[in-house]
């Protein structure tokens, strides 16, 4: 059977969590297994790569950096295909490059568009582990080297196993699966031993850590099935995959967990005028700064004025770039001003299950109540209610909903290395 693996920059900090990690890889292919490996950097090393580009230049060519940031991942490469050698079995190493990962070529951000793993296939006829540095490929068009961003090695891991017909694509991190909410604000959150790719992909998306949001929609897609496990421990961890709940005989929860998001800020546009295509030319000259909106909230006109505010929730890295576009634009729309507030959270709850079951959004936000929560923005979709909040009441809300929906457990949830990565 060929399988995927891919283990975090925690499950790789140091020499001896490598040793550790190719210990389980060997036993991995010793079981009867062709075995594919993604790679992180080692602990912190691209944020320590960041920071050394930012002390040599203040702006770096997009370029450069990524040229800069793909060598963590290949020392990690390297150096787990020699603990690998010295047990007796026989690894090879590969850039994403190398691997065949085709890239757009988008410097930072790049979207695989292509696998083509011929060097791979025929290193595991040879009986060869292969190693793949992940977060990294080669652009398409001009042949530079390109990382696909932060987190994705998820994606790599993923993508590979679907171009490689693996069995299953192995996540390991450092928790022991997917969590009800992050263990580290929730001690009680329970582990989820198998949860649908719709629901995942609402928790990725609003800020579950575990699973890099490209990675879902990949698996998704292909059809990957995606175990998330700890490489610290060997409890059985979290599948992600197709589930017919009444093929299974399985009662469909009605939540399966509750995320949270710190890295969003709002911007609130005062004094609209209150016109038709007013909106539209905010939100194109948002949408020309290549500026990703989440949530958007717009205030009753105030008729004396015939004016309104429109408020939208967006990425804090992208703040800068869309206050600037929003000056630019200002006076051809004619707003009076525009406010940024990056002290702002957002609070999921998701589950497939409050499809059919009504009072879930009275339920959460009778919770945020009695727990003291003020709510500043709300968006919901069939399976997930959002809301925005101070960011000092962040983890009081994840707290109140969790219990308020009953998932709480008895015991306590460990995170190994203290990153949930």
């Given at each position: 059977?060929?399988?995927?693996?891919?283990f975090?920059g925690?499950?790789?900090a140091?020499?001896?969590?490598?040793?550790?990690?190719?210990r389980?890889?060997v036993?991995?292919?010793?079981?009867?297994?062709?075995v594919?490996?993604?790679?992180?950097?080692?602990?912190?090393t691209?944020?320590?790569?960041?920071?050394?580009?930012l002390?040599v230049s203040?702006?770096p060519r997009p370029?450069?950096?990524d040229?800069?940031?793909?060598?963590?991942?290949r020392i990690?490469?390297?150096?787990l295909?020699m603990?690998?050698?010295?047990?007796?079995a026989?690894a090879?190493?590969?850039t994403?490059?190398?691997?065949g990962?085709?890239?757009?070529?988008t410097?930072?951000?790049?979207?695989?568009?292509?696998?083509t793993?011929?060097?791979?296939?025929?290193?595991?006829?040879?009986?060869?582990?292969v190693?793949v540095?992940?977060?990294?490929?080669?652009?398409?068009t001009?042949?530079?080297?390109?990382?696909?961003g932060?987190?994705?090695?998820d994606?790599?891991a993923?993508?590979?196993?679907?171009?490689?017909g693996?069995?299953y694509?192995e996540i390991?991190?450092?928790v022991?699966g997917v969590?009800?909410?992050?263990p580290?604000?929730?001690?009680?959150?329970?582990?989820i031993p198998q949860i649908?790719?719709e629901?995942m992909?609402?928790?990725?998306?609003?800020?579950?850590?575990?699973?890099?949001?490209r990675?879902v929609e990949y698996a998704?897609?292909?059809?990957v099935?995606?175990?998330?496990?700890?490489s610290?421990?060997?409890?059985p961890?979290?599948?992600?995959?197709d589930?017919?709940?009444?093929e299974?005989?399985?009662?469909q929860p009605?939540?399966?967990?509750?995320?949270?998001?710190?890295?969003?800020a709002?911007?609130?546009i005062v004094?609209?005028?209150?016109r038709?295509?007013?909106?539209?030319?905010?939100?194109?000259?948002?949408?020309?700064?290549?500026?990703?909106?989440d949530m958007?909230?717009?205030?009753?006109s105030?008729?004396h004025?015939?004016?309104t505010?429109?408020s939208?929730?967006l990425?804090q890295?992208d703040?800068a770039?869309?206050?600037?576009?929003?000056?630019?634009?200002?006076?051809r729309?004619?707003?009076?001003?525009v406010?940024?507030?990056?002290?702002v959270?957002k609070?999921?709850?998701?589950?497939v299950g409050?499809?059919s079951?009504?009072?879930v959004?009275a339920r959460?936000?009778?919770?945020?109540?009695?727990?003291?929560?003020n709510?500043?923005?709300?968006?919901?979709?069939?399976?997930r209610i959002?809301?925005?909040?101070?960011?000092?009441d962040?983890e009081?809300?994840v707290r109140?909903?969790?219990?308020?929906?009953g998932?709480?457990s008895e015991?306590e949830?460990?995170v190994?290395?203290g990153?949930?990565?």
């Amino acid at each position: 059977m060929r399988v995927v693996q891919k283990f975090g920059g925690s499950s790789v900090a140091d020499a001896e969590s490598i040793k550790r990690v190719a210990r389980r890889i060997v036993s991995a292919q010793a079981g009867g297994n062709e075995v594919v490996v993604v790679i992180s950097a080692m602990g912190d090393t691209t944020d320590e790569l960041m920071d050394l580009a930012l002390q040599v230049s203040p702006e770096p060519r997009p370029r450069e950096l990524d040229m800069l940031l793909t060598a963590g991942e290949r020392i990690s490469a390297a150096l787990l295909a020699m603990a690998i050698n010295d047990l007796g079995a026989t690894a090879r190493s590969f850039t994403g490059s190398q691997a065949g990962v085709i890239t757009t070529g988008t410097h930072g951000d790049a979207r695989i568009i292509d696998i083509t793993p011929g060097r791979i296939v025929s290193a595991l006829a040879e009986g060869d582990v292969v190693i793949v540095a992940g977060f990294q490929g080669v652009s398409q068009t001009t042949k530079d080297v390109t990382t696909l961003g932060r987190g994705a090695s998820d994606t790599t891991a993923v993508a590979l196993a679907a171009a490689l017909g693996a069995a299953y694509c192995e996540i390991y991190s450092d928790v022991d699966g997917v969590f009800t909410a992050d263990p580290r604000i929730v001690p009680g959150a329970r582990q989820i031993p198998q949860i649908g790719y719709e629901d995942m992909l609402e928790l990725a998306a609003n800020g579950a850590k575990i699973l890099h949001l490209r990675c879902v929609e990949y698996a998704r897609r292909e059809h990957v099935p995606v175990h998330v496990r700890s490489s610290f421990s060997d409890l059985p961890g979290t599948w992600v995959k197709d589930i017919d709940y009444e093929e299974s005989g399985m009662e469909q929860p009605l939540i399966e967990g509750i995320a949270h998001d710190r890295s969003e800020a709002k911007i609130t546009i005062v004094g609209v005028p209150d016109r038709v295509g007013e909106a539209a030319d905010i939100f194109s000259a948002v949408a020309d700064a290549d500026v990703n909106i989440d949530m958007i909230v717009q205030n009753v006109s105030r008729e004396h004025e015939q004016a309104t505010d429109i408020s939208f929730t967006l990425a804090q890295t992208d703040g800068a770039r869309a206050i600037a576009a929003l000056r630019e634009a200002q006076e051809r729309i004619g707003f009076v001003d525009v406010l940024y507030d990056d002290q702002v959270g957002k609070v999921s709850v998701v589950g497939v299950g409050m499809r059919s079951h009504p009072g879930v959004t009275a339920r959460f936000f009778r919770a945020l109540a009695d727990a003291g929560v003020n709510i500043g923005m709300i968006s919901t979709s069939e399976i997930r209610i959002s809301v925005v909040v101070d960011i000092k009441d962040v983890e009081t809300a994840v707290r109140a909903g969790h219990t308020a929906f009953g998932l709480d457990s008895e015991g306590e949830a460990v995170v190994y290395a203290g990153t949930g990565r």
